[in-house]
């Protein structure tokens, strides 16, 4: 089978293409067909050999977690589906080796969900990894109730332009940071505040709207500052949702009571099937997405290590 795959870690050139072997499939995994797969920050920064103590690897390692396509193989302990169902799902594990980003896929079977029908390839294969971890952060983790406020960082970003609806979904005030340029993108998602981090400082701006706090920050970026600040501008009780690092050494933390965690993303076919139904109906705004050939996947991680990308970059495998 055609695919993209890596023989070392280093920069995007490190991909190549070529044919690799179809996978085998295990009992409780399904055989997919790929039609599309998204590129997330978490594959390139595995592919440049950051995160290297916690997961464990067989060479050579096609990348990548989300996709869509069609069911071709059912392992012998799969019940409730079928070959020739379309689904997307996280094809998250943390034994690296065999990714999306080739024509097939053995996924285990827990963690897919059919693709609605009014839904292409290409849309779904841009929901699964940063709706469930949206969903998993301010629903389950936060606990986001209607009234509430959260800042989501990156608002522009693939996390952002789902977790922002869903914010909303969840009847949430949103304040996010994105530059000027996306501010109608964001606010078209639904943001009630769209902060420019490039014109001023957003934590200034928060403090200055919400004195007592918020309810619940999403943070997404990496720096120190950044890290900080969102345990300052939580309120009391309040939660901070890290999506990079462990929650930093800070005595606020205990101090304020404030309820936080590095999370991280978990496959779970029965709520993105959830999610699905909400965006099939309208409920979920989906993001804006690029479209390259699978064959572009070297410019699809170096667009993505710009971290200037606005939602998400799928990669089209094959029509199916
Ligand atoms: N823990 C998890 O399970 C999990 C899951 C998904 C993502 N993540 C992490 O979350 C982060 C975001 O992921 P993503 O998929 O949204 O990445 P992304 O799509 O590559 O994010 C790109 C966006 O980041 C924005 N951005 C860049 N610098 C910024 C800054 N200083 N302040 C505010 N916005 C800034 C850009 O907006 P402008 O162009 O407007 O600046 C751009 O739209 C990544 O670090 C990723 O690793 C973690």
Known sequence: MKAVYYEEFGPAEVLKIGERPEPPLKADQVLVQVAAAA????????????????????????????????????????????????IAGLAFDWFLHGGTYAEYAAVNAGAIARKPVSLSFLEAAALPLVSLTAWQALAEFADLKPGQTVLIQAGAGGLGSVAIPIAKHLGATVYTTTRQKNFDYVKGRGADHA??????????????????????????????????????????????????????????????????????????????????????????????????????????????????????????????
């Not at 939602?311 to 199916?320: A, F, P, R, S, Y």
């Open 39 to 86: 590129v997330n920050p978490i594959d390139r920064r595995l592919r440049a050999g950051e995160l290297q103590d916690f997961f464990q690897r067989e060479w050579p390692i096609i990348p990548g977690w989300d996709f869509s396509g069609r069911i071709v193989g059912l392992g012998e302990n799969v019940t409730g589906w079928k070959i020739g169902e379309d």
């Open 195 to 320: 902060i420019d981090y490039t014109a001023c400082h957003y934590a200034d701006v928060i403090r200055e709207k919400e004195p007592g706090g918020l309810d619940t920050v999403l943070e997404s970026l990496t720096h120190d500052e950044a890290i900080r600040n969102a345990i300052h501008l939580v309120k009391p009780g309040g939660t901070v949702a890290y999506m990079n690092n462990p929650p930093p050494d800070m005595p606020e933390i205990a101090d304020k009571n404030i309820k936080t965690d590095f999370l991280h993303n978990r496959p779970d076919g029965e709520m993105l099937g959830r999610l699905m139904a909400l965006y099939e109906k309208g409920a979920l705004m989906r993001p804006e997405f690029e479209v390259m050939p699978l064959e572009k996947a070297v410019e699809g991680h170096r667009r993505s290590e710009s971290w200037q990308t606005r939602g998400k970059i799928v990669l089209h495998v094959q029509d199916i």
